[in-house]
């Protein structure tokens, strides 16, 4: 008898845990995790362009970022296809303001290029490998922490 | 010599003798200078994969978008060739009661023949590896790495960060082998001890790539075998890497405990 | 070889060494498999320095048994000692002095005998790689011993499995149906090899389903039939045992012969057939029964023993009723 409660309670007590772990979750992908990220590795891969060019390796000035979920319009999460508008100024105090997409898997990284196929099929040769590669600055791999905390921004 | 390291050493013995075993390990040396050799070849690069699109940039991406390949399927299944026979081989051939019947008890066996087989899984693991990595420098280049973060990253900073990307999925690999091994045991066929890790994999993978609860997610091996990304952003971030190596040691350390009582306690009735 | 206190073994080892302790003790043992009892409560005592026949049609529960000897099946019941040594406790220890094989011995078919040995002496605390190339003599596989086991012929495995049976050094053998599927050579060198090994010392536990096999080589014997036991002790009390055996008579007139052998005092179960006359008998009554058809003017073409006393026996006891058991208890 004593085993058959302790069954019992170990079944319940698994249930119980796993109804827990199913509903206690924020998605991975958040916009706000999309938006930090994408704007912080934009930045650096704009002063890694500059630097893989010979030139000194300054970072973009960004004054807005805006992502938005192209799979999930409701919720504004998860992973798909994502739209970003960006606005920086360049070192050289030129305003832009660029539309990017990123294709962000179920792992929490992405594949992130500007809609302007100009630049993102730009090439550039590397002053340390003398080979030409893509801009750096025109397309990027990035990955975020989906454990970081940040909360869903839900601004429209 | 004691009991456990005999066992081992006639394990190693009997996995090298095999001809499946050697192909393996041989595959997995020549194959990623195929993949490179074929990339190198033309025009297009595989931008949808992580890393793919500085493959003809740095020999560093070539072990790192091997590894995007590995994580997925390669290494779930280099785990099952390897353990998913260890014992339901014994049990085809009936060599049980002979190996049974010497000097070495139940624990013993069970024990060297992991011990044997997690070995080679990550002798594997390092062939593959570093042939990925040698092949990638002496083709594309010695040359810096870009990171997740966007930055660029010596060639000596890139050798270290592949080497610790290869490393984190050493335990989720064996954690596989610990359920190919247990499932080796219960059914004692080799055919269901490399196909169910194998598809149990594949089917962690399809759960990955839907849009569902990520919580499960997390708690899959798959997850695990990509949290080697977390390493190489900048600035890293390890929780998903932590999280994921304690859930791969809860996969282990089951599947090893099941694996051993049924073992200890089966009678070996045939052969 | 290690060889046994005091022992001094004669054709068939009838001799037993004075060392008190059995080899081998079974004492209650049971192993059932759903409502089928392989081993139903077996108690068996396998004397120091005996050749120890373990007898049964298949089915009878002799390769249970040894499995359970071996520890490669837990019984239900009971419990079996070696040398003293209680074979669950402990049970690599209790292992030590024993080698051997359940059926067929199996090996690795990738590779070669000698690699096969060498792996055994690696998990071997005694054994030594050092003796392989005298045991390959010993089994006439010196000239295959870099062959891979996979091209053996099944006699050239069994051969293999007593070399890997002699690295051991063992004080108790045990072999089942070791002559299993040998040719009429093979079984030839094995029993000559059984009786070599037990005139060394070695304790020979050997299960077969051949009652002459037995009789050939064994001093002791127990026969067993549906898992239990139908008789247990030496060779010499079976044969005692053993009453009238079937002849098989051709005569030049086996009408009239069939009446004679009817009326004749110590014969029985007269049947004619188309091979000839079936009669149940002894050498004596029969001796004097030919003499009788003889001086009746009928010619006798054959007289011959289909099956010796002994297999008589072995039948009565394993297919026969429960008054069989009961003799033998």
């Known amino acids: 008898m004593i085993r058959s409660v302790s069954r019992r309670a170990a079944v319940l007590a698994t249930l119980g845990a796993a109804v827990l772990l199913l509903t206690a979750c924020t998605p991975d992908t958040t916009r706000g995790r999309v938006e930090h990220d994408f704007a912080a590795t934009f930045s ?48 050289d105090g030129t305003r832009h303001d660029d ?20 630049k993102r099929f730009h090439k550039i040769v590397d002053v340390y490998s003398h080979k030409a590669i893509l801009d750096p600055a025109g397309s990027f791999d990035g990955c975020f922490d989906v454990y970081d905390g940040r909360k869903n921004v839900s601004k429209k | 010599m004691s009991p456990f390291a005999a066992v081992y050493r006639v394990e190693t013995r009997k996995l090298l003798a095999q001809t499946r075993v050697r192909a393996l390990l041989l595959f997995l040396l020549v194959v990623p200078w195929i993949y490179i050799g074929l990339i190198l070849h033309q025009d297009r690069l595989p931008l949808e994969t992580l890393y793919g699109r500085y493959l003809k940039d740095t020999g560093y991406a070539t072990p790192l978008a091997i590894l995007v390949y590995a994580s997925q399927w390669v290494l779930p299944l280099i785990a099952a060739l390897l353990a ?23 624990t013993a066996v069970f024990w060297g023949k992991l011990a044997a087989v997690f070995s080679f899984t990550v002798l594997a693991i390092v062939i593959v590896a570093v042939s990925a990595t040698l092949a990638g420098v002496i083709t594309v280049g010695n040359d810096p790495l870009v990171d997740v973060g966007g930055h660029l990253r010596s060639a000596s900073s890139a050798a270290g960060l592949v080497a610790i990307s290869w490393a984190t999925v050493v335990l989720p690999t064996l954690a596989f082998g610990a359920i190919a091994m247990m499932v080796s045991i219960l059914t004692r066929s080799s055919v269901l001890g490399v196909i169910v890790p194998v598809v149990i994999g594949l089917v962690m993978q399809l759960y990955t790539f839907l849009n569902a609860w990520d919580t499960v997610r997390h708690l899959l091996l798959g997850w695990t075998m990509s949290a080697w990304r977390g390493v190489m952003d900048s600035p890293s971030y390890y929780t998903p890497l932590a999280r994921g190596l304690v859930v791969s040691a809860v996969y282990l350390v089951v599947a090893t405990t099941v694996a051993f009582v049924v073992f200890r306690r089966r009678d070996v009735a045939g052969g | 070889m290690t060889a046994q206190t005091t022992h001094t073994a004669g054709a068939g080892g009838s001799d037993v060494a004075e060392d008190p302790v059995p080899v081998v003790r079974a004492v209650g043992l049971v192993k059932r498999y759903g409502d089928l009892a392989a081993v139903d409560g077996v108690d068996l005592t396998v004397p120091a320095g005996a050749v120890y026949g373990l007898l049964g049609p298949n089915g009878a529960g002799k390769t249970t048994f040894m499995r359970i000897l071996f520890g490669l099946i837990r019984p239900d019941e009971g419990r079996i000692e070696l040398f003293g040594r209680s074979e669950l406790a402990g049970r690599v220890e209790a292992l030590e002095d024993v080698a051997g094989f359940v059926e067929t011995p199996r090996f690795y078919p990738y590779m070669s005998a000698r690699a096969n040995l060498e792996a055994l002496a690696t998990l071997d605390r005694r054994a030594s790689a050092d003796r392989i190339p005298e045991l390959l003599e010993q089994v006439e596989l010196t000239d295959r011993a870099r062959s891979k086991v996979g091209e053996f012929s099944y006699g050239m495995v069994q051969r293999l499995g007593v070399a890997a049976a002699l690295m051991r050094s063992p004080r108790l053998l045990v072999l089942d149906e070791p ?28 299960s077969s389903h051949n009652m002459l096999e037995v009789e050939e080589v064994c ?29 098989r008579l051709v005569t030049g007139d086996d009408a009239r012969a069939a009446d004679v052998c009817r009326g004749a005092p110590g014969v029985s179960n007269v049947r004619t057939a188309t091979d000839g006359i079936r009669l149940d008998s002894r050498p004596g009554p029969v001796e004097a029964l030919t003499a009788r058809l003889g001086a009746m003017g009928i010619g006798i073409r054959q007289l011959e023993l289909p099956i010796t006393a002994l297999e008589t026996l072995f039948f009565r006891l394993t297919e026969g009723d429960a008054a069989g058991e009961a003799a033998a208890a």
Request: charged share 20%; net charge positive; with cysteine.
């Open chain 1, 99 to 118: 539309n990017w997409v990123e294709l962000v898997d179920a792992l929490g990284c992405y594949q992130a290029f500007t809609q302007d196929d100009a």
């Open chain 1, 44 to 91: 650096n891969q704009y002063a890694q362009s500059l630097q893989r060019q010979g030139k000194p390796a300054t970072r973009p000035k960004v004054t807005s970022t805006v992502c938005h979920s192209g799979t999930n319009l409701k919720k504004d999460s998860g992973p798909g296809t994502w739209s970003c508008e960006i606005k920086y100024t360049g070192p």
């Open chain 2, 84 to 106: 998913g026979d260890v014992f339901s081989s014994e049990d085809q051939l009936g060599t049980l009661k002979t190996i049974l019947t010497r000097s070495v008890g139940r």
């Open chain 3, 219 to 247: 001093g002791h014997v127990a026969i067993m039939r549906r898992g239990r036991l139908a008789f247990d002790g030496s060779m010499a009390e079976l044969r005692a045992m053993a009453q009238d055996v079937e002849y």
């Open chain 3, 179 to 206: 002559t299993n599927g040998l040719d009429p050579a093979g079984i030839r060198d094995m029993r000559a090899l059984i009786s070599r090994l037990a005139s060394t010392g070695i304790t020979v536990l050997l």
